[in-house]
């Protein structure tokens, strides 16, 4: 189950093949600051030539002139900042370069994780939300790698080694100078614990924005036919306003960091350099180490000035990295089986044997359903809105597993079989025709993408979109539009069929594939099918009962249940539920007034 439990850890887990060059980019971090903090002690050793002349430091190691040290010193400084600008640019490279590309690897490896859940989990997860933790939550994670990850490795070195320093040359008041540091770390800990679950809300409020705008932008046409522009731009208004007002919980507290940091250096920094003076006034401290010491509280201290920005990005990419993490945490629950199969080979013969089945809600679409759907036959499924036709559809393509019994092709249970052989068998038409934004040729050749021309075009004829391509501006190298756009919901149809027809999948399913078109449509889908119906095992869900009048079996559900089969006449004459909605749709009921 996901967990919202040590992000940082569970990201240094995703990145072990990364280690070494986050190993790598730390050990520049560390030089580049450890040259940085240098030149207070050249200034140091300047203070103590000029003071003393032959009697300073470098004067006792064997460079008695003054001008000589003086030099040397400058000698040294080039040398210094040169490093520090070598390892400044060094750390710069492999910290952006290792954000680009654990950026990249979220980024690819979340998606085609989500690929591999089930179809329950969209259903219960918003497409804006998804879109918010490939995009933003990865984004955030890489500013914080691009920028935070350095500060931190930079703040500590300077505390080790500038505390290292001062308890080696002045011990007496070392203390002073870190009096401050608890009083920051424990602030720290406590505004990282306050701090935490408003970034937290922040990220889920970003992700609400993102999935209201994914939605009112897929369906701009259903906001303009019922003018409901100024109550959906009020509901994105709304949306962003509880956006803003956590931003602002959050942004309240992060600011009011910083200048309490600020007050604990001052008394550090203030203590050290009366002290200090002190000492050095009465001759026991170097004047020398004096300008030393000055020098490096005020390295030490005010990089802590920035530690309020840097837990402040940091806690962001922590929420967003629990974010990207439990989505790679979230495993399926449709396992895939081993048996792989020939799905050329497949003979397209699908059994239910007692099959139940209850969504996660508790609601129950199928109860013990047994039947046969005899393979290069067609079989269709009729039954009001709700009766579980599209459930059985599901079942077939295993977007989910029966609660109990079981679903087989070929005599093989379908949790046996691969998913990629199960599905490469299978070729899928539905009332919701998807498309992508790109060419009818690409379009049609979704499922086939190494197909010649030749084959896109015999697909074409064959589901009677030929015609209406060819009249297109492009013909078939026309851009379609999102969705399929600029198409109408008839043509949109016939290029799925077209689309179905090019795989040459040995089992065709068409849900609901005629419902939403005109009658002219219609018969141009029907005589396709008529004439590829012979070699495929086709499986029908339809309303409109004309449709699947020449099936060889016609199974009616009623509630979940099988409560009629037969040919089309056989049901007619049976006189049931077939009958009844025969004759509501040819107009043969009676209906009283």
């Known amino acids: 189950m996901p967990t919202h439990t040590a992000p940082l850890r569970r990201l240094w887990t995703y990145a072990s093949g990364y280690r070494h060059r986050i190993i790598l980019a730390s050990i520049w971090s560390f030089l580049n600051k450890a040259v940085d903090i240098a030149p207070p002690f050249l200034i140091g050793l300047a203070v103590d030539v000029v003071a003393n002349g032959s009697d300073s430091f470098l004067g006792r190691l064997g460079m008695p002139d003054p001008k000589t040290q003086i030099l040397a010193i400058a000698a040294v400084t080039f040398v210094i900042w040169g490093l520090e600008s070598i390892f400044e640019y060094l750390y710069g490279v492999a910290w952006r370069n290792l954000a680009q590309s654990i950026q990249h690897d979220l980024r690819i490896d979340t998606y085609q994780h989500i690929q591999q859940l089930d179809v329950a989990y969209f259903e219960d997860r918003s497409t804006g939300d998804l879109m918010a933790v490939m995009n933003d939550d990865v984004n955030q994670l890489e500013r914080f790698l691009d920028i935070g990850a350095n500060e931190v490795i930079q703040l500590l070195t300077t505390v080790i080694l500038i505390g290292a320093t001062f308890f080696i040359i002045a011990p007496s008041i070392a203390w002073l100078a870190f009096l401050p540091i608890p009083v920051i770390l424990w602030g720290s800990l406590r505004f990282q614990k306050r701090i935490e679950p408003r970034y937290a809300v922040v990220r889920d409020e970003a992700a609400a924005i993102n999935a209201q705008l994914s939605n009112n932008i897929g369906g701009i ?14 509901r994105i208004t709304k949306a962003s306003d509880r956006y803003r ?86 495993k399926p629950t449709i396992l895939d089986g081993t048996t792989e199969i020939d799905p050329s080979a497949v003979s397209g013969r699908i059994s239910f044997q007692d099959v139940s089945f209850s969504y996660d809600n508790g609601f129950q679409a199928l109860h013990d359903v047994t039947l ?27 977007f989910y597993d029966p609660t109990t019994g079981a679903v087989l092709l070929d005599g093989v249970d379908l949790r046996d079989i691969t998913q990629r052989d199960l599905r490469d068998s299978m070729a899928l038409v539905s009332q919701d025709v998807f498309l992508f934004h790109g060419t009818v040729t690409e379009n049609v050749a979704y499922g086939v993408p190494n197909a010649s021309r030749e084959q896109i075009l015999d697909a074409a004829q064959r589901a009677e979109a030929h015609d209406f391509i060819e009249s297109l501006p492009n013909g078939y190298d026309t851009i379609i539009g999102e969705r399929g756009q600029k198409l109408s919901g008839g043509q949109r149809q016939r290029l799925s069929l077209a689309r179905a027809l090019l795989t040459e999948c040995p089992i065709l399913i068409l849900d609901e594939a005629t419902s939403a078109v005109d009658n002219e449509t219609e018969a141009a889908i029907q005589r396709s099918l008529a004439r590829i119906s012979h070699n495929k095992t086709m499986i029908v869900v339809a309303h409109r009962l004309s449709t699947i009048r020449n099936a060889d079996t016609i199974y009616v559900i009623d509630g979940g249940k099988m409560v009629e089969h037969g040919s089309h006449d056989e049901l007619i004459a049976a006189d049931g539920i077939y009958r009844s909605l025969w004759d509501v749709q040819t107009g043969a009921a009676v209906v009283i007034k």
């Open 221 to 234: 046409s259903t906001i303009k036919a019922f003018t409901a522009e100024d109550r959906e731009v009020e």
């Open 245 to 330: 007002s956590a931003n602002e919980s959050a942004i309240k507290l992060s600011s009011a960091f910083t200048p309490l940091i600020r007050v604990a250096i001052l008394i550090g920094f203030t203590a050290t350099l009366v002290w200090g003076g002190f000492l050095a006034l009465d001759g026991s401290l170097n004047i020398g180490l004096y300008s030393v010491l000055v020098f490096l509280t005020q390295r030490l201290l005010w990089p802590l000035t920035r530690l309020g920005q840097t837990v402040d990005l940091y806690q962001r990419a922590m929420a967003s990295t629990n974010r990207i993490l439990d989505v790679l945490d979230t």
């Open 372 to 398: 046969a759907i005899e393979p290069s036959q067609t079989t269709a499924f009729v039954g009001s809105t709700g009766s579980g036709k599209t459930t059985l559809i599901k079942l077939i393509l295993r």
